[in-house]
């Protein structure tokens, strides 16, 4: 059952909601996750049962990614620019962040990257700064469930020969 509740799902489902759907308890629920993930790992199947973003989904293995990518290639799934990923990496290790101080780190307008990272569901509104003047940004479950990552704190950690970005702590940004 919980195969079949997965499989429709457009988005990671959290064990108790699966629990409901199946009318199971959330520790079987979680046991039968586990189990099926470990079943699929050890029979190498073309796809995966992934922990992403708080919840449970079906992936593509990433060993057969270049298969399946030359079979979606269709413009719908393009990929970033850089500075797209660029400016992506600074909201996600900075959140929330205007996009003012995104454009001092990066150096450049960020008006159209950061627009386009909204409409593909990466980047949300997050309020406005405390004198309420910039709008902030962060990322999305989205952004989790694209990346593999069930929090923000299994981004990995910047690299060291990056700039710092606390350098760039202007309070006018």
Known sequence: MLEAVLLVADQPLDEGTLARAVERTRAEVAATLRGLAADYDDESRGFELQHVAGGWRYTTRSAYADVVERFVVDGAQARLTQAALETLAVVAYRQP?????????????????VRTLVARGLV????????????LYRTTGFFLERLGLASLADLPEVADYLPDLDLVDDPEL
């Open 97 to 113: 962040v205007s996009r003012s101080r995104i454009s001092a780190i990066r150096g450049v307008n960020v008006e159209g990257v």
């Open 124 to 135: 949300e509104e997050a309020g406005t700064d405390p004198g309420g003047t910039a709008v």
